[in-house]
């Protein structure tokens, strides 16, 4: 884990937020190459779950919400921790997270004290005020999920896109929750992403596309690399089951520190829906023309973080090896994933090189996404293309002045081989399997 956090703020994938004046606790900010890898989390997921699919659109619902959403859903009076304060030493902890004595009595993880206040509920959703005046008219809430916004929705999206269950909408953006406890790196922060999808099926055939889902989100972490060794499905048991779900099972990864929760998958029923429309006065079902059936659809859930995603496909990917006698870092992350797909490397700086490199990076800045990078020795180059999980590397030296060819090195293997630029496109676009 130190490794992983090290090699994230060395090679620019995660920086500490606001570190110039000491951070800001549980918030990070993306680098250059942690950008671009959680765009790629981003779009794989997006591939996966809209492009390829013909039943499932896209929606994007808005952060600041009404608090008669939360009132409906629960939020309001069921969002809560257990509170607690430990009176030696002043910090604050969740109390269902805390260690115990023999005889129940919760221990601080700080000081070891047992003096330790009566709990209390929290609610974890963040509130502000929506306009000049803050009073009680004017409360708002940041979304501490995107599902609400899913369910707000389902009238709009039926009488716009007609769509027949099952059908789906997808969503990818920011939650926020006012943890008690966040930490462990960018696992557990009070700000974080959400790739979400609400799918919505026939009341009878809810069992049939939980299992569906479940097998369909586990395989879609082995397609993009993670070993199958690493990964597991959970179901949860009754006692963990949340007020609304008739089944949920998570898909849980090898982390440093143990198993844990990579994406959730949930059978909601028709909890949601039956709760938004009593609340607001608005029937949120669906008639079938065909059958003439009138019903309230149920809802299966896979909702995953991008932030724990695109760590897991870190972890995962991360090895050492030999080369040439030399200890090697390498990111052995599947091309769809990785920051950059391919890197343009002149042999040189000398001017009679680079007008013929920026050629090459032109030819395939279309295809992929292009590192340009011509400082130091070829060596320690590809070395750093190595450790941030480039796929590709692409060196103009001065034979290529010649005859018109670069040499094309795979990551993995090393290898190399010599292609000429009429073939330079196919070649690239073939190994990385676009």
């Known amino acids: 884990m130190e490794e ?15 570190e110039i004046y000491g951070g800001f606790r549980s918030t990070y900010d993306y680098g250059p190459l942690g950008v671009l890898m959680a765009r790629n989390v981003k779009d794989a997921w997006w591939r996966s779950m809209v492009q390829m699919r013909r039943e499932v659109v ?21 969002f809560t921790d257990p509170l607690v304060d430990c009176r030696s030493c002043k910090q604050r902890w969740r109390a269902d997270q805390m260690p115990t004595t023999d005889d129940g009595r919760l221990v601080c993880p700080n000081c070891a004290s047992t003096d330790i206040t009566e709990a209390r509920p929290f609610n974890l959703m963040f509130k502000t005020f929506a306009g000049p005046v803050e009073d009680e008219g004017a409360v708002a809430y940041l979304r501490p999920e995107t599902a609400q916004g899913h369910f707000v929705n389902f009238a709009n999206v039926v009488q716009t896109e007609h769509l027949r269950p099952p059908f789906g909408t997808a969503q990818i953006g920011k939650s926020f929750r006012n943890e008690i406890t966040p930490g462990n790196f960018v696992f557990r922060t ?14 009878a055939e809810s069992a049939e596309w939980f299992e569906y889902w479940c097998k369909e989100r586990f395989e879609w972490y ?54 938004h429309a009593k609340a607001s006065g608005q029937p949120l079902e669906y008639f079938d023309q065909a059958t003439g059936e009138r019903y309230v659809p149920h809802v299966i859930e896979p909702a ?122 196919e070649v690239v676009t073939g190994r990385l399997a676009w």
């Open 304 to 425: 995953a973080g991008v932030a724990r995603t695109m760590m897991a496909f870190l972890i995962a990917a991360h090895d050492t090896d030999e080369v040439a006698g030399e200890a090697r870092t390498v990111l052995r992350l599947h091309p769809r994933i990785a920051p950059y797909q391919v890197a343009v490397l002149p042999l040189s700086k000398k001017d009679t090189l680079l007008p013929m490199a920026e050629e090459v990076l032109g030819m395939l800045q279309p295809v992929a996404m292009c590192d340009y990078d011509v400082t130091r020795a070829i060596g320690r180059r590809y070395r750093r293309q190595d450790e941030i999980g480039t796929p590709l590397c692409v060196t103009v030296d001065f034979e290529s002045l010649e005859d018109k060819a670069v040499t094309v090195r795979d990551r993995d293997t090393t290898t190399q081989e010599r292609v000429h630029l009429d073939r330079l496109v």
């Open 222 to 275: 082995v397609r993009l690399g993670i070993p199958r060794h690493m990964l597991r499905l959970r179901p949860h048991t009754k006692e963990e089951l949340s007020h609304y779900s008739a089944g949920t099972a998570d898909v849980e990864f090898a982390f440093p520190w143990g198993w844990g929760e990579l994406e959730g998958i949930a059978n909601r029923t028709d909890y949601d829906l039956n709760a």
């Open 4 to 18: 992983l956090v090290r090699l994230c703020k060395a090679r620019g994938f995660v920086f500490p937020s606001a």
């Open 190 to 203: 009070r700000e974080f992403e959400q790739m979400e999808l609400e799918y919505f099926v026939p009341p």
């Open 58 to 78: 896209g929606l994007d619902a808005a952060v600041l919400s009404s608090p008669r959403i939360w009132e409906a859903s629960g939020h309001l009076n069921n």
